[in-house]
């Protein structure tokens, strides 16, 4: 098991930046390729970023690249999003999701955009972006 909580959710003005953490407990973290999502009232869950296990790969939705950074730090046992020139359509609940590398090599590179490719989730964190 892998328990996850995510951290930094705010109310920010169009423009702004705001950094989400994300903690986890449990298992070897290291092992798990760690991503963000975002749902929007009414709308799907999308991925937003992704890195994977070494942290040497990220990969991230059209939508957010050049504006948002996901790093992660196995020390912490945690995954950032470090998210800039917030814009309304940015609000969402944004949700943090491990996906197990541990014995799947080039599994997370060809399925890191996808719902199912995680194996564990957190509940949640609120961001509202100002107009």
């Known amino acids: 098991q892998l328990q996850l909580v995510e951290s930094g959710g705010a109310l920010v003005q169009a423009g702004g930046s705001l950094g989400l953490s994300c903690a986890a407990s449990?298992?070897?973290?290291?092992?798990?390729?760690m991503g963000w999502f975002r749902q929007a009232p009414g709308k799907e869950r999308d991925f937003m970023a992704g890195?994977?296990?070494?942290?040497?790969?990220?990969y991230y939705a059209d939508s957010v690249k050049g504006r948002f950074t996901i790093s992660r730090d196995d020390a912490k046992n945690t995954v950032y999003l470090r998210m800039n020139s917030l814009r309304p359509e940015d609000a969402a609940v944004y949700y943090c999701?491990?996906?197990?590398?541990?014995?799947?090599?080039?599994?997370?590179?060809?399925?890191?955009?996808?719902?199912?490719?995680?194996?564990?989730w957190g509940r949640g964190t609120q961001v509202t972006v100002s107009s």
């Open positions: 890195i994977n296990w070494s942290g040497d790969s990220t």
């Open positions: 449990g298992r070897a973290f290291s092992s798990f390729a």
């Open positions: 999701a491990a996906s197990w590398e541990g014995d799947r090599a080039g599994y997370y590179s060809d399925n890191y955009g996808c719902y199912g490719a995680y194996d564990y």
